[in-house]
């Protein structure tokens, strides 16, 4: 893993950074990429994440937060750092145009108190646990810069920022040890009728894996988790993906609800 994000990109994923930041710039989305310019790898995916999220500082602020799921429980996770103009607290009207698609997806949302840089021995679970402050029920946006979601590889949709639009979480759980997620029921709701009613359903499992090999891939990456930072950790519904004007909340176990307006 580079430590240094702001490491030289080869012209190939150059090009495919440029695409994408174009794409958000112009406002159209992506039929396609040169097949030249597709990421090989993980490294590759996080090296043209590295390269926008810089670009992307001057219109949509610092890194405040990040993304990180996993396809399976026992999977190598992913994840995307998030923009500050992305991430919205308290219940919400999305500011018009900061989105193309709009899937909308719930999700557990932890913010850290301590900051975790990188050192000589790996962040443990325990190190974790004791920099976390508070949990929420959140809603991501799903968005992409290609036409049609899922049409390209996991890989080239990772160097996407993960396929990342707008996260928006509610307030705080402080006492969020008492949480189980792959316990807690997890409703969502669009324009008060409720779609999606079960258990858990984060096809991670346990978002507490996700968070210790975040503290460490995002140090060693060159971003590390700073005090204030604020996680989400994946999908407990898949994605639903609704029109303009839906109102959308999410409600998981003894987390207060949170919702939001899409324009």
């Known amino acids: 893993m580079k430590s240094d994000v702001f490491s030289p990109l080869s012209d190939a ?5 440029d695409l994408l930041l174009g794409a958000r710039k112009n406002g159209h989305c992506l039929q396609q990429i ?13 090296a ?4 926008v999220a810089r670009t992307l500082t001057s219109s949509f602020g610092s890194i405040q937060g990040w993304k990180v799921g996993a396809p399976t429980p026992g999977s190598e996770p992913f994840c995307a750092p998030l923009h500050q103009n992305t991430i919205f607290s308290g219940n919400t009207k999305l500011p018009v145009g900061l989105c193309r698609l709009y899937g909308v997806e719930a999700e ?7 900051s975790l840089p990188l050192r000589s021995t790996p962040w443990t679970e325990e190190d ?3 920099a976390i402050v508070s949990a929420h029920a959140a809603i991501e946006i799903f968005d992409t810069r290609f036409c049609k979601p899922g049409s390209q590889s996991g890989l080239t949709h990772l160097a996407d920022q993960g396929n990342h639009g707008a996260l928006i979480y509610g307030t705080p759980l402080d006492d969020w040890q008492r949480l ?8 969502l709701i669009l324009n008060g ?4 009613d079960h258990t858990g359903g984060n096809s991670a499992g346990d978002p507490m894996r996700l968070l210790v090999w975040l503290a460490n891939h995002a140090a060693k990456r060159g971003l590390p988790i700073q005090a204030g930072t604020v996680v989400t950790t994946g999908s407990m519904t898949g994605t639903e993906f609704v029109p303009a004007g839906t109102v959308a909340e999410v409600q998981i176990g003894p987390l207060t609800a949170v919702s939001v307006t899409l324009p």
């Open 193 to 196: 009728e409720t779609v999606i």
């Open 13 to 17: 994923l150059a090009q495919y950074a």
């Open 48 to 51: 043209v994440q590295d390269r």
């Open 34 to 46: 040169p097949a030249s310019s597709a990421p090989q790898d993980a490294e590759d995916a996080y």
């Open 128 to 130: 974790v646990r004791k």
């Open 180 to 187: 189980v997620p792959v316990d807690e029921p997890v409703r």
């Open 108 to 114: 557990i949302v932890y913010v850290f108190g301590v």
